[in-house]
């Protein structure tokens, strides 16, 4: 996502490897057609969160030159303060149902072919829902069914299994966004710049150029705005459709002891002790150790500059309840508080990610509008717009319920 103001310096910057040619008496003479044909297709991808990561990768393994513009830093949003789940089938029914298994699919075979020393921590693992009703007692009663984990020792109720290894898993969305950009430079010479993005230049109906605050010009033969929740402060976009933030906090917990934390992520429906309906806070341990604990999402206004995102205190007390609640080992003393924050989660109209190329402008394209799915399905998007981008189709989704002209059409009609 583009987000801080910062000046306009390349980073991450990495030279593309070339072979040096053996010696030859054959002189070669190639037409200036061979040349331009030779050149790699420029690709500039506007956002550092895991949609534009996605993205960059599968175009670079393309063969594209591809510069990455990130207005703050990598992952700095919702791509690094996510929670990660990762869901099979639970898109199915929807527009959303392949784009989903795509993706599941590939977060496995990405998992098999970069994990390693930098691990961002994929793993199956079994999902539970259950309800719990908060308890205004310093030592609740700590009665549990035989069916829930042991270090769920709280008043849960009506546990169930909703996923299984083989349906559900987990990234660390931090980790994995930053492993597979690493990847991406390392390995396809990727370049990732730091500014921020004034606007897209065009001629003729076609973009041309990327230019950044301070009048920095990157000319391009192709352009992908992966802006997340910051995409309807582009004029370009927003006068097209509208996207919308949705605010959710999050906790991030150490236990004393990290190894009685199964692998279990929780869905829970909890009844606050002050009375009122359930929320639907989630609790996710992670292989690194930690337990995080997320909910208390909200629409609100998306600030220019992420930095200015800050929790609501009274959500975060929440959050540290529910983990109290839910775990002996996570309460107060028993779990230290490793983060406390909140990030804005990119929703559109219609409930549905819009990805395509831009209406009226060839060769801009956008990818935004995930939602809480967007680590889920940052992969499959990508390679779908690595191929629209590349090939002009994509064969590994079909794309067209996602595209953005469906908006220019509901204007219309």
């Known amino acids: ?61 393309k063969g594209a030159a591809v510069t990455l513009v990130e207005k703050s830093s990598i992952a700095c949003a919702a791509s690094g303060k996510a929670g990660g789940f990762l869901a099979l089938d639970w898109c199915d029914g929807g527009p959303l149902s392949a784009l989903a ?11 098999e ?9 994929y ?15 310093s030592n609740p009663s700590r009665s549990r069914s035989p069916a829930l984990p042991s270090w769920v020792d709280g008043p849960a109720k009506g546990p169930r299994t909703i996923g299984t290894v083989g349906t559900t898993a987990q990234v660390h969305p931090q980790l994995f966004t930053k492993a597979l950009l690493s990847k991406a430079v390392e390995q396809h010479g990727v370049e990732v710049v730091i500014g921020k993005l ?46 919308y933030g949705l605010k959710a906090h999050s906790i991030v917990l150490e236990p004393k002891a990290p190894d009685s934390i199964t692998l279990h992520a929780l869905f829970l429906s909890y009844y606050p002790a002050q009375g009122g309906g359930p ?53 107060e003393g028993e779990a230290a508080v490793k983060a406390e924050q909140s990030c804005f989660l990119p929703c559109t109209d219609d409930s549905v990610p819009v990805i ?46 996602f595209s953005p002209s469906r908006f220019v059409r509901a204007a219309k009609s």
């Open 356 to 401: 395509g190329e831009v209406p009226g402008m060839k060769g801009c394209y956008v990818a935004t509008g995930h939602s809480c799915w967007g680590i889920l399905n940052g992969p499959a998007t990508g390679a779908s717009m690595a191929e629209l981008v590349m090939d002009g189709r994509s064969s590994i989704v079909d794309l067209s319920a």
């Open 279 to 331: 929320m639907d806070p989630e609790v996710y341990p992670r292989p690194t150790g930690e337990v995080y604990v997320c909910g208390m999402s909200a629409k609100a206004e998306v600030p220019d500059d992420p930095e200015q995102i800050a929790p609501v205190p009274e959500s975060i007390a929440v959050l540290k309840r529910v983990a109290g609640n839910v775990s002996s080992h996570l309460v």
């Open 101 to 111: 298994r795509a993706s599941f699919d590939l977060h496995r075979s990405l998992a």
């Open 198 to 243: 004034e606007r897209i230049e065009a001629a003729e109906g076609r973009a041309t150029a990327v230019v950044l605050e301070g009048g920095r010009q990157i000319e391009t033969d192709a352009v992908v705005l992966a802006l997340g929740p910051w995409t309807s402060k582009l004029s370009l976009l927003n006068s097209i459709f509208r996207v």
């Open 123 to 137: 793993r199956p693992l079994t999902t539970l829902s259950f309800s719990i009703k908060e308890s205004q007692s």
């Open 1 to 61: 996502m583009l987000l801080t103001s910062s000046p306009p310096i390349a980073v991450f910057s990495l030279p593309r490897r070339y072979r040096r040619p053996k010696p030859s008496s054959i002189v070669f003479i190639r037409s200036s057609a061979s040349m331009e044909a030779a050149q790699p297709k420029k690709v500039v991808v506007c956002g550092g969160g895991v949609i534009g990561v996605c993205t960059a990768y599968f175009l670079s393994k």
């Open 113 to 121: 072919q970069l994990d390693g020393p930098q691990s961002y921590g």
